[in-house]
């Protein structure tokens, strides 16, 4: 029995880019593609991700700006429901002073501008913490409830003085829904 010689080397080839004298001396051998960088030893999901969050920031003010306009409406209504439960309520007539002044155009003001100052919040969170909704909602959750206990320690009546602090409440969880939800809209964390 005849065995054939084969016309190639049974050795592994070298791999360069000099010519060789084999058969296939025509033939073009380019290094193998390495890469430079050692191999990171964690799995691909605990890797850091190089891709930061992507935030639309038209989306995130434009509902930010519609949230001070919902805000500056629910303080609009919440102090003329105050005003007409005043003049059908029996409540003395310093607590009827106290509400029915001309607060309701600085309340309005003011609620939007907290909503505005949640938005920037809302902005500067999602570019900069890694779970901004969580930061986010205990902002608002906070400062919601400092503007509900600051009227109760004012020198008011107690009646003006919870019937503001619900006012307060009302507004805060306003801001607080709206953002939150314009914040979660408004991006995507980064691929992982």
């Given amino acids: 029995m005849t065995t054939m010689s084969t016309p190639y080397a049974t050795t592994t080839p070298s ?9 296939d001396d025509d033939t073009v051998r380019l290094p193998l593609v390495t890469d430079p960088r050692p191999a990171d030893p964690r799995p691909l999901d605990a890797r850091p991700s190089d891709r930061r969050p992507v935030l639309d ?43 029915a002044g001309n607060n ?8 939007a501008l907290a909503a505005l100052a949640a938005t920037g919040v809302a902005h500067l969170l999602v570019v900069s913490t890694p779970d901004p909704l969580s930061y986010l ?49 408004a991006y995507r964390p980064a691929a992982r």
């Avoid at 000099?18 to 058969?23: C, E, F, H, K, P």
């Avoid at 309701?104 to 609620?111: P, T, V």
Wanted: net charge positive; aromatic share 4%; hydrophobic share 65%.
């Fill in 15 to 23: 791999y360069s880019t000099r010519s060789s004298s084999t058969s």
């Fill in 57 to 99: 920031a038209t989306r995130l003010w434009t509902g930010g700006l519609a949230t001070a306009a919902v805000a500056a409406l629910v303080a609009l209504v919440g102090t003329l429901v105050i005003r007409v439960l005043v003049a059908f309520a029996p409540v003395g007539t310093s607590t009827a002073h106290a509400i």
């Fill in 104 to 111: 309701a155009a600085l309340l309005c003001l003011f609620a």
């Fill in 137 to 185: 909602g205990w902002i608002i959750g906070l400062s919601t409830a400092a503007a509900v206990v600051v009227p109760l320690l004012s020198g008011l009546p107690l009646a003006a003085a919870v019937a503001i602090a619900i006012v307060n409440l009302v507004i805060g969880l306003a801001i607080g829904s709206l953002i939150v939800g314009a914040a979660a809209a």
